[in-house]
């Protein structure tokens, strides 16, 4: 009853920096106004992202090559960005007032997008079906249309990495109801993402193909607004953890401190390394991190070789443990570049096969291509919901683990899929050409291949399956394995690699293309997709995707999970009752023994 009735022991504080009571905040309550938000915006992100490639082909009337790359950079944009949000959490403004204040930068991207493809004079004139060259945009309206789509990058790179960190933040790791249930969080967070997709992916594209687009973004828009308000009004029921400095400023250091003195040998006994006292850490809502004996050469920067008192010299145990927390995750990371190159084709290439496949639903309904995401999206609600509810008690029974397997096996599975994937994908294109060569077809463009567009299905359904283990698996990883002072660093890790996946498949779209096509042989990718082999470009990916396998088995073989805080000190269950008074009181009274108040060290309020 202390437990449920007592305030919160992982440091968590209301807006103005007071203890907050467990029954209060938090949990699954707070968490509604998260979910309720992520829902309506990524159905106004997705309803921009998915059909992209579409108005850029058909409006802007650019090329496959040109479309999609235009599309990769855009979206990895999207996905960089949020790393800019993430040192701006840490360092300057904590995840509340970053968030809050990036997501009206969010709302004018999509308001001047949406006047972009509104007003005449903004957007290009429309291109008849029987007309052979499609008058071309000006480069004012060219310019418009892109500076609101990269006006709407930034306002996400704020709001992307903190706003399913905040959700995380709402659960306790000392109480153990609240420990299970934050297992489950990530989940249920990508749930709701993919939720509001599927509501993008169909309503939305359909509104946009059929009435026209200045509906179909003003629909997300008015979406967008109504998710910001619904996150603002669960404000008074947030937990909200303390920013712990600049996170790249503390990692440097140590890497500084460790090169000059890389002469000092480091003591056996890790007692005597630098180190505050745990008070020192209580104070600011931080806890401690003991010694570890991987990366030792770090460990100089924690050796005493003088009075110095500078951070470049010498840095605490802590501060060094961080520093190696971030740079094992780096292997991890640069495996999952591969993944987020194949997870680039959804809104590119697949979707460019679904315009010339029939599409024909009876004789007077027409399948939009982008609603075909939604299959992805389909796939990736029903694998989540089997994952959680079954598959992870199935696991438990064999392995005790309480995630049911590791956030690297999960990983891993989605990597064998991905695989799999491209294979698939690889002989349904073959299988496509081979019909249009059957049929004359190579020199038309615009000509639909006698095939219905749900030959594409199994490529679409597994790619949303791969997403509940490889994409959940992820974002998981990079929250629970990143330092707990740098966490929306760590969302912004799983963030890049999506970004970074789509800036690749660009470039190899680009580069392939041209190499294929030189010497007088015909490019494996054209704008007439009709007489192009995409083909051997997944069959490149598949090869890529398994040599990307190998890789990830090394460096998950040689990785070692991080101790959980709440391990490290014991949960309060675990804890006594006299442990959880001194502890529920060093919050309450937010003070330490040399009456140093929390609230010198406390800034919620944006500088």
């Not at 704020?158 to 659960?171: E, L, V």
């Not at 599927?198 to 309503?203: H, I, R, S």
Request: charged residues 15%.
């Amino acid at each position: 009853m202390e437990s449920e009735e007592g305030f919160t022991m992982d440091g968590s504080v209301d807006l103005k920096g007071r203890p907050v009571l467990r029954s209060k905040t938090g949990r699954w309550k707070a968490c509604s106004f998260l979910v309720g938000y992520e829902i309506f915006e990524r159905m106004a992100f997705f309803a921009i992202a998915s059909n992209l490639v579409n108005y850029l082909t058909n409006m802007l009337h650019e090329g496959t090559v040109t479309s999609s790359r235009n599309v990769n950079n855009w979206t990895g944009a999207i996905w960089i960005t949020p790393v800019l949000g993430a040192y701006i959490a840490d360092t300057h403004w904590g995840r509340y007032w970053t968030f809050t204040i990036f997501s009206f930068i969010y709302i004018l991207g999509m308001v001047l997008l949406t006047l972009a493809v509104s007003l005449p004079s903004l957007r290009p004139p429309r291109c008849g079906k029987d007309v052979s060259v499609c008058p071309k945009a000006s480069t004012f309206q060219v310019g418009i249309f892109y500076f609101a789509l990269y006006v709407l990058a930034v306002g996400t790179g704020g709001t992307k990495p903190n706003i399913s960190t905040i959700g995380a933040d709402q659960f306790d790791e000392f109480e153990p109801k609240e420990r299970v249930q934050k297992v489950s969080f990530f989940n249920w967070w990508m749930f709701s993402v993919f939720f509001g997709a599927l509501f993008a992916n169909t309503f939305l594209i359909y509104i946009q193909e059929k009435i026209g687009f200045p509906v179909g973004y003003g629909v997300p828009t008015l979406g967008l607004i109504i998710s910001v308000a619904i996150f603002l009004v669960g404000t008074p029921y947030y937990r909200y953890k303390l920013q712990k400095g600049n996170p790249f400023g503390r990692i440097a250091q140590v890497i500084v401190a460790a090169v000059r003195k890389w002469r000092v040998k480091v003591p056996a006994d890790a007692e005597e390394l630098y180190e505050l006292e745990p008070k020192a850490y209580l104070a600011k809502g931080r806890f401690p991190i003991s010694n570890t004996p991987i990366l030792r050469f770090l460990d100089k920067a924690a050796t005493k070789d003088g009075p110095t008192s500078s951070p470049w010299r010498l840095c605490t145990v802590t501060q060094v443990e961080e520093t190696k927390l971030m740079i094992k995750l780096i292997p991890i990371w640069v495996a999952m570049f591969i993944p987020s190159t194949i997870l680039a084709q959804v809104q590119t290439l697949f979707i460019k096969q679904g315009n010339v496949l029939k599409r024909n639903m009876g004789p007077h309904f027409t399948f939009p291509s982008g609603c075909l995401t939604a299959f992805v999206t389909l796939s990736m609600l029903v694998s989540i919901v089997i994952y959680d509810k079954f598959l992870v008690k199935l696991f438990r029974k064999f392995t005790g683990n309480p995630r049911g397997i590791t956030m690297l096996q999960r990983m891993g599975i989605g990597l064998v899929i991905d695989t799999i994937l491209m294979v698939i994908a690889a002989i349904t294109e073959q299988h496509r050409i081979r019909v249009v060569k059957e049929h004359g077809l190579e020199g038309h463009p615009k000509e639909a291949a006698p095939l219905t567009v749900f030959i594409l299905l199994p490529q679409f359904l597994l790619m949303g399956f791969r997403d509940a283990f490889i994409e959940v698996g992820k974002l998981e990883f990079f929250y629970y394995q990143s330092p707990e002072s740098m966490q929306s660093i760590g969302t912004a890790l799983f963030t890049t690699t999506l970004g970074i996946g789509n800036f690749i498949n660009s470039s190899l779209l680009t580069t392939v293309a041209d190499i294929t096509g030189k010497k007088g042989h015909t490019s494996w990718i054209l704008d007439n997709l009709n007489a192009s082999r995409i083909y051997y470009y997944y069959a490149l990916l598949a090869v890529l995707s398994f040599l990307n396998i190998i890789f990830f088995l090394v460096v998950s073989r040689l990785y070692v999970y991080k101790r959980e805080t709440s391990e490290a000190f014991g949960s309060s269950h675990e804890m006594n009752a006299s442990q959880q008074e001194k502890q529920q009181q060093s919050f309450a009274n937010m003070a330490d023994d040399d009456g140093v108040s929390m609230d010198s060290t406390i800034q919620l309020v944006p500088k």
